[in-house]
């Protein structure tokens, strides 16, 4: 095993630990996400075209971005909507202040201010780019009612960053905020998805891994009866780049390993020939107040 290898798994168990020990609500923790990205997910790598599309089922997210900006992908634009939806919906509001140092924000996402072309400044504004010029469209078919609905969302309507990309740690005279669309704000408050910030922090290396994390932890919160979901229906949701269902299945059960050290007490199990089997278990953040959850 490579060093990095070694030190990415000890940071892991580190970070299970942490959540063992004491509750998200009470470490000051808690996190939330978007429904909608959790239903069907963002691309994880560098799309080839400006537009992305995802099933679940009956439902369909479609993600469009100007030729020029191109769309988001990979764990950053996940641990900025993470933070924005926590955000909104623990102030109950679309406007949202990100403070008046880069640095400090970008702290919160557990991310050094480093500059140059690979650094994780020029990674963050490049993303938030991306995420913000993105149009998100959800469908939902059911033919066997006759119903077919169709929202559109703009994650912010306005955006407004005085940070100087070459001063991080410089305070600014104003305030740097994001007012969140209203249609996706409403989203969030309507539908939270609780997570443990934590836990968002420790799988950043794999926005894979985030994704199977965010959606065993909404699944839990309605489960009532184990459930098997075939691979080819998981791969629609998951996964879009890879050249074989087989290929896919290797790299999920890969990155669930890892989603199951911070989220140990999830029950699920894989059917040879078949796909997974989800049953019902404590959720991740065992929050009484969402177990509302759709």
Same mark, same amino acid.
């Given at each position: 095993?490579?060093?990095?290898? @070694? +030190?990415?798994?000890?940071?892991?168990?580190?970070?299970?630990?942490?959540?063992?020990?004491?509750?998200?609500? /009470?470490?000051?923790?808690?996190?939330?996400?978007?429904?909608?990205?959790?239903?069907?997910?963002?691309? /994880?790598?560098?799309?080839?075209?400006?537009?992305?599309?995802?099933?679940?089922?009956?439902?369909?997210?479609?993600?469009?971005?100007?030729?020029?900006?191109?769309? $988001?992908?990979?764990?950053? $634009?996940?641990?900025?909507?993470?933070?924005?939806?926590?955000?909104?919906?623990?102030?109950?509001?679309?406007?949202?202040?990100?403070?008046?140092?880069? *640095?400090?924000?970008?702290? +919160?996402?557990?991310?050094?201010?480093?500059?140059?072309?690979?650094?994780?400044?020029?990674?963050?504004?490049?993303?938030?780019?991306?995420?913000?010029?993105?149009?998100?469209?959800?469908?939902?078919?059911? =033919?066997?009612?006759?119903? !077919?609905? #169709?929202?559109?969302?703009?994650?912010?309507?306005?955006?407004?960053?005085?940070?100087?990309? #070459?001063? $991080?740690?410089? +305070?600014?005279? %104003?305030?740097?905020? @994001?007012?969140?669309?209203?249609?996706?704000?409403?989203?969030? @408050?309507? /539908?939270?998805?609780?997570?443990?910030?934590?836990?968002?922090?420790?799988? =950043? &290396?794999?926005?894979?891994?985030?994704?199977?994390?965010?959606?065993?932890?909404?699944?839990?919160?309605?489960?009532?009866?184990?459930?098997?979901?075939?691979?080819?229906?998981?791969?629609? +949701?998951?996964?879009?780049?890879? *050249?074989?269902? %087989? !290929?896919?299945?290797? =790299?999920?059960?890969?990155?669930?390993?890892?989603? &199951?050290?911070?989220? $140990?007490?999830?029950?699920?199990?894989?059917?040879?020939?078949?796909?997974? =089997?989800?049953?019902? *278990?404590?959720?991740?953040?065992?929050?009484?107040? /969402?177990?509302?959850?759709?």
């Amino acid at each position: 095993m490579k060093p990095s290898d @070694i +030190q990415r798994t000890n940071r892991l168990a580190d970070r299970a630990l942490e959540i063992e020990w004491e509750h998200a609500e /009470h470490a000051g923790a808690m996190a939330y996400f978007a429904r909608i990205l959790v239903l069907a997910t963002m691309p /994880h790598s560098r799309p080839k075209t400006s537009q992305f599309q995802r099933t679940n089922g009956k439902f369909t997210m479609t993600m469009v971005a100007p030729d020029a900006v191109g769309l $988001p992908f990979g764990s950053i $634009p996940r641990l900025v909507l993470a933070w924005l939806s926590t955000e909104a919906v623990q102030t109950r509001s679309r406007r949202l202040e990100l403070g008046q140092s880069l *640095s400090a924000f970008m702290r +919160q996402l557990d991310m050094a201010p480093t500059g140059g072309q690979r650094g994780d400044i020029t990674r963050l504004r490049n993303q938030m780019n991306r995420l913000f010029a993105s149009t998100i469209s959800c469908s939902y078919s059911d =033919k066997d009612v006759g119903y !077919d609905g #169709r929202r559109s969302f703009l994650i912010a309507d306005k955006i407004d960053l005085w940070w100087d990309t #070459r001063r $991080p740690d410089e +305070q600014t005279l %104003w305030e740097s905020t @994001i007012t969140l669309g209203e249609r996706f704000y409403q989203e969030l @408050i309507d /539908h939270p998805v609780p997570l443990d910030m934590r836990a968002l922090k420790a799988l =950043k &290396q794999s926005p894979l891994a985030l994704d199977i994390y965010a959606w065993l932890t909404y699944r839990m919160h309605s489960l009532d009866q184990p459930v098997v979901i075939p691979w080819a229906v998981i791969e629609a +949701q998951f996964g879009s780049s890879y *050249s074989a269902t %087989w !290929d896919f299945r290797c =790299k999920f059960l890969e990155r669930l390993k890892a989603v &199951q050290v911070v989220y $140990p007490k999830v029950r699920i199990a894989e059917v040879p020939g078949r796909g997974l =089997k989800l049953s019902p *278990s404590l959720t991740s953040v065992p929050s009484p107040a /969402h177990r509302h959850l759709p």
